[in-house]
């Protein structure tokens, strides 16, 4: 019966076509503007091993088990896991999960086209010349004037919500399998050509010692939780997006290959961007911890002193501005996918209704750069002492909401449902492949993640243990 179970909304053409657009939605703004932001603010080389071991021990476990369950139940992550846990004899609640992302896909797209509407903007700064030997603090003004507008701000906003409605509404095969096809291989060029300029920009090595040389006295506990929420933020996981993007798998793909696949281009992407990034900054004596503006006050000096930096510049924000395109898409595809199942409205609306909801939480983030600057609701709490609105919504989705709804999601797919069940939707027989996937979602992931949470809870400390900053 489950052999026979289909998708309403349709298919990807291929398995090849499932990878870009999975590619798509994991390389986004969260490998090119977050990966670099934060990793400068957590001290650098510590916090890209603490990411890389999660990516690798827990992204790809949960990429995997998300691909198992998408694909089973063929439908939005809330009907998909109804239906599941009623194939499993359990409790219907487990819908829940799939409510939760819809929420945090809400609440991450709101920020997210806050961010993107940056890049638009920046792509006629680039191309009108703005940047041509600009010094950095020329480059700080044109972003300060930029941030500290909330007109201009919510004007690019909305440009990019209307974008995202627009390839959302017209469905899972129209435009975007093309766009991604483009937008890897030419983002993957860009990258190393900025590498490039890096290198000879006198600062390459210290660079590469602040991104590769790790000194866990530099992270701390809720360090450790950033880079385990990276993690599931930059493979757009624990929400949903990957589980509905599952659900129009071809049969006979291999999620594991694919999975593998995506975290690795994904992985590769961030580190080409933080090893363009950061030489620039030391060369131009910039602090790494500059926060959210960093490669906006880093890259355009770059491109204002390369030759040919007007064609590449404006390339650059081109491309940076897709890869958040393909994106963001997949944020608001699950309550689409709901909307179209349960309400029976068209994409067209489905898209309407969603994207609306999403553009008008953005307003939130708009002010946190300028009118709300100073409102730190939380800052009763040391670690967020210094953190604006967009900051806890940040702080809220990716380092709380996707954990916990990945480690939901290993729960149900290795407790709950039917070994059996995995077994013959993974397809990777019953060999040492199948049973480390078991052994990592079934113990690794759930222990990392509830480890993790309690240290940065200060109910158990582990920091002394593993030799972390207090
Ligand atoms: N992964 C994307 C990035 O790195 C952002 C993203 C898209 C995402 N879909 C998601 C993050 C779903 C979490 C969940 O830019």
């Known amino acids: 019966m489950t052999d026979k179970r289909r998708s309403i909304h349709g298919s990807w053409s291929s398995r090849l076509a499932f ?11 969260g490998n090119i503007w977050k990966f670099p932001y934060i990793t400068g603010e957590h001290g650098g080389g510590a916090f890209v091993i603490v990411y890389l071991v999660c990516i690798a021990i827990i992204g790809i476990p949960i990429m995997m088990a998300e691909v198992m369950l998408g694909r089973r139940g063929r439908q939005s992550p809330i009907n998909t896991m109804l239906t599941l846990a009623r194939e499993a004899g359990a409790d219907a609640r487990w819908s829940w999960l799939g409510w939760s992302g819809v929420a945090a896909g809400f609440l991450i797209l709101s920020y997210y086209s806050v961010i993107a509407g940056w890049a638009l903007a920046y792509v006629f700064r680039a191309m009108s010349g703005t940047f041509s030997g600009a010094t950095a603090e020329g480059v700080s003004s044109v972003f300060e004037q930029l941030t500290g507008d909330p007109e201009r701000l919510l004007a690019w906003h909305t440009i990019f919500m209307v974008m995202t409605m627009m390839v959302v509404a017209r469905g899972v095969r129209g435009g975007l399998e093309q766009a991604v096809r483009f ?4 983002l993957f060029v860009l990258l190393l050509l900025l590498d490039g300029y890096a290198m000879a920009s006198g600062a390459f090595d210290q660079g590469l010692k602040f991104l590769f040389t790790p000194d866990f006295t530099r992270i701390d506990a809720n360090g450790v939780l950033i880079a385990m929420g990276h ?8 929400m949903g997006a990957i589980m509905v993007y599952g659900s129009y798998l071809p049969e006979r793909a291999s999620i594991a290959k694919t999975s593998i696949i995506i975290a690795v281009l994904d992985t590769v992407v961030a580190l080409l961007a933080g090893m363009a990034i950061f030489p620039i900054v030391f060369a131009n004596g910039l602090e790494p911890g500059a926060g959210p503006g960093l490669i906006f006050q880093t890259l355009p000096i770059a491109f204002g002193h390369m030759t040919g930096g007007l064609v590449f510049g404006t390339l650059f924000f081109v491309l940076l501005v897709f890869a958040a395109w393909t994106s963001s898409i997949s944020l608001i595809e699950p309550a689409v996918a709901w909307l179209v199942e349960n309400r029976g409205v068209t994409r067209v609306h489905a898209s309407m209704y969603a994207g609306i909801t999403a553009w008008a ?3 939130l983030s708009i002010l946190s750069f300028n009118r709300w ?5 939380l800052s009763f709490i040391p670690i967020f002492a210094d953190a604006t609105v967009f900051k806890l919504l940040d702080y809220l989705t990716a380092n709380i909401m996707l954990p916990l ?3 939901c999601i290993a729960i149900f797919s290795v407790w709950v449902m039917k070994r059996d069940d995995s077994l013959q939707e993974l397809d990777i027989g019953d060999g040492a492949g199948y049973r480390l996937w078991y052994t990592l979602v079934r113990y690794v992931t759930p222990v990392a993640v509830i480890i993790v949470f309690l240290n940065v809870t200060g109910l158990v400390d582990f920091s002394g243990l593993l030799g972390l900053a207090e």
């Open 405 to 407: 709804g990945g480690l």
């Open 361 to 363: 939480f953005g307003l």
């Open 373 to 377: 600057a100073d409102f730190k609701p």
């Open 183 to 186: 937008l890897v291989p030419a």
């Open 19 to 29: 990878v870009l657009a999975a590619t798509g939605s994991a390389v986004g703004l």
């Open 231 to 238: 993690a599931f933020f930059t493979l757009s996981l624990g």
